[in-house]
């Protein structure tokens, strides 16, 4: 079956940079675009950025444009979000979600990871 | 990219049914038929119940609908049942090509 796990989160300062990964397995990864997905603690889900089945088409939220870089290794089977400048309002459970079909756009998330949290603190 | 507007919360009794509003614009919503339903239970991962606005996904109950009408889209849950207790969020696809989600309705059955 499909998973997705997440690594990577941890307790970082504000301003300093992380990278967050995630491991598929179950499916043809790099047949799926991916997405990351993030969730402040208490608030509600934020979509963060996706990124096609091949690496290309790249698109991020205003909230993140600048400052995070969504990435893939298809040979790896895993995506990877950087994510630099951290702010305080960066703090939340990550997730990395696939999309629902392959080789094209999709149009929601059919598969989510456990999630990995970012805690932005001094 | 303004979150969706969706009701706060929302309750009802066992076997009643539910309706979830979540509007947005023309850029979003209204402008494409991909607006996605997800269910999430508090500790587990968001779980989608909805897609392109009505279709469900193998294996969700049939008690799920969803249904659009302009710039607002909604989530029947019919038959209310104490596991569908738990936080819902629509999402969009956008014009700029990326997605936005609601602002989340917490669903208690009384």
């Known amino acids: 079956q499909v998973q997705l796990v997440e690594s990577g989160g941890g307790v970082v300062q504000p301003g300093r940079s992380l990278r967050l990964s995630c491991a598929g397995s179950?499916?043809?990864?790099?047949?799926?675009?991916m997405h990351w997905v993030r969730q402040a603690p208490g608030k509600g889900l934020e979509w963060v950025a996706d990124i096609g089945y091949n690496g290309g088409n790249v698109y991020y939220a205003d909230s993140v444009q600048g400052r995070f870089i969504i990435s893939r290794d298809n040979s790896k089977n895993t995506l990877y979000l950087q994510v630099n400048s951290l702010r305080l309002e960066d703090t939340a459970v990550y997730y990395c979600a696939r999309d629902d079909r392959p080789f094209q756009t999709g149009t929601n998330f059919d598969s989510w990871g456990q999630g990995a949290l970012v805690t932005v603190s001094s | 990219q303004s979150a969706l507007t969706q009701p706060a919360s929302v309750s009802g009794s066992p076997g009643q049914s539910i309706t979830i509003s979540c509007t947005g614009t023309s850029s979003d919503v209204g402008g494409y038929n991909y607006v996605s339903w997800y269910q999430d239970h508090p500790g587990k991962a968001p779980k989608v119940i909805i897609y392109d606005v009505n279709k469900r996904p193998s294996g969700v109950s049939n008690r799920f609908s969803g249904s659009k009408s302009g710039n607002t889209a909604s989530l029947t849950i019919s038959g209310l049942q104490a596991e569908d207790e738990a936080d819902y969020y629509c999402c969009s696809f956008t014009s700029s090509k990326t997605y936005v989600f609601g602002t989340g309705t917490r669903v208690t059955v009384l």
């Open positions: 179950g499916f043809s990864f790099d047949s799926y675009a």
